[in-house]
């Protein structure tokens, strides 16, 4: 069975930092690319980032310098280091992986709370 699961969100002041994980447990073959979109209530899910299994990255131009994705091509897990965290940041983060053969899978998400 396909699984995607992510963890690390939570709620965190401006300006802190959070580091989410999306763990596949090895159940997709052939994932070429993973990575992370978000959905804040009322809004349309939107690209974050992500990363190809040659190691190239794409961010979404609001997390440019303040996020990271990286992979760890073995164990086929994704993570998200982010850093200066704003109040518009605040959504729910879904951990995306696509295959060679081009299915999409998704997890469930994780919410990301950004507030004083």
């Known amino acids: 069975q396909v699984q995607l699961v992510e963890s690390g969100g939570g709620l965190v002041q401006p300006g802190g930092s959070l580091r989410l994980s999306c763990d596949t447990s090895r159940t997709i073959f052939g994932v070429d690319t993973m990575g992370w979109y978000r959905q804040a209530p009322g809004k349309q899910r939107e690209l974050v980032a992500t990363?190809?299994?040659?190691?190239?990255?794409n961010y979404a131009d609001s997390v440019k310098g303040r996020f990271t994705i990286s992979r760890d091509a073995a164990k086929n897990m994704v993570y998200l280091q982010m850093n200066s965290l704003k109040p518009e940041d605040t959504a729910i983060y879904l951990c995306y992986a696509r295959t060679l053969d081009g299915l999409d899978y998704w997890g469930q998400g994780t919410q990301v709370t950004v507030s004083s």
């Open positions: 990363i190809t299994s040659r190691g190239s990255t």
